[in-house]
């Protein structure tokens, strides 16, 4: 019966099996704290669903709700819904050394984003190799600060949670109820968590994109970038182009409209400023993390901030929205208009 289902359709049931599954297990007593807030089902299920499709949002907080047991439930269903549950199922079958059928092959391309079943294999071991690499190096880093504030064992698993759940655009943490308004101002942690969010939202054609020029900089050395630059295909070049203009625009924009607001960073220095306004820009590209109030941001800022919302990161990234390929060439179509062209 299942193989008569559509790509679309098997996608869906795959999102639907695992929050069924994550919700159950989160919702048993062996995955609660002796003393956490009284929950219901219902409770664990929006839990479920907030962390498998990456939305940041929460009923109860992981930290008050969940033990050690229920936090690792918790990263991995962020980690299926940041690479999905497919693509899993077939890097277990690849890594058995077991070959996927060509109705699987489909599916996996359909959940990769991908044009084609060519190098499908060779694809999703570069995704996987990426992922991992870029959480294991930035919990790495986080580490430096949490380690001396938690001590060893608390230091490095809420390291791993919070590179986990950064990198895929998830939102959660396991620090408190105020998400990361403790680490307004610390650039460790800022800076850390904004290169997780970007590397997830990047998407990760860009990425072996990226590590391929980097590969022929080092190896060819070219006179210059814009020889190196050139064989980027229109996706990658579109995807950081507008990537940068989104994050320099938005930074410089929540500053202008935030510096005189003493509730939010009013009070502090033209660097702290930046730091916050920058964070929030990243963040707001759906990973769902805050270092400010919302309830404190001026309207103006909190309508950027839903457009930020609204256009996401990349294609075939852990971000979702619109996507910035689909805002960028919305702008360019209607420029191309306005100019006559």
């Not at 930035?138 to 949490?146: C, E, G, N, R």
């Not at 916050?276 to 909190?302: C, E, K, L």
């Amino acid at each position: 019966m299942i193989n008569r289902l559509s790509v679309t359709q098997k996608l869906v049931l795959s999102f639907v099996f695992v929050i069924i599954v994550g919700s159950i297990l989160l919702s048993l007593p062996i995955s609660h704290y002796v003393n956490s807030p009284e929950t219901s089902y219902l409770d664990h299920l929006f839990n479920t669903v907030s962390m498998v499709c990456v939305t940041g949002l929460s009923v109860v907080p992981v930290s008050k709700a969940y033990n050690g047991l229920g936090q690792i439930l918790s990263m991995l269903l962020m980690q299926t819904g940041g690479l999905g549950l497919v693509s899993l199922v077939a890097f277990s079958t690849y890594t058995l050394k077991n070959k996927l059928g060509l109705s699987d092959q489909d599916l996996l391309q359909s959940a990769l984003s991908r044009d084609s079943q060519k190098d499908l294999k060779a694809y999703l071991f570069k995704v996987y190799k990426i992922t991992f690499s870029i959480e294991a190096m930035a919990s790495l880093v986080i580490m430096t600060d949490f380690i001396p504030r938690f001590g060893l064992g608390h230091g490095i698993f809420n390291s791993l949670f919070l590179a986990v759940s950064a990198f895929c655009n998830a939102g959660f943490d396991n620090l408190g109820s105020n998400s990361l308004q403790d680490y307004s101002t610390n650039p460790t942690i800022n800076l850390a968590v904004a290169f997780l969010i970007m590397s997830g939202s990047l998407g990760f054609a860009v990425w072996i994109d990226l590590i391929q020029l980097m590969r022929r900089y080092i190896k060819d050395r070219p006179r210059n970038w814009k020889l190196a630059w050139r064989p980027f295909n229109n996706q990658s070049r579109l995807v950081l182009i507008s990537t940068g203009c989104l994050l320099l625009g938005g930074t410089l924009l929540a500053w202008l409209l935030e510096m005189d607001n003493s509730k939010t960073i009013g009070t502090l220095n033209v660097w702290q400023q930046l730091l916050v306004s920058f964070f929030q820009t990243v963040t707001m590209r759906t990973a769902g993390f805050a270092t400010i109030s919302y309830t404190n941001a001026d309207f103006s800022t909190n309508l950027l901030f839903m457009i930020q919302m609204i256009i996401g990161g990349g294609p075939g990234g852990t971000a979702g929205g619109i996507k910035v390929t689909t805002a960028s060439i919305m702008f360019l179509l209607f420029k191309s208009e306005l100019s006559g062209n």
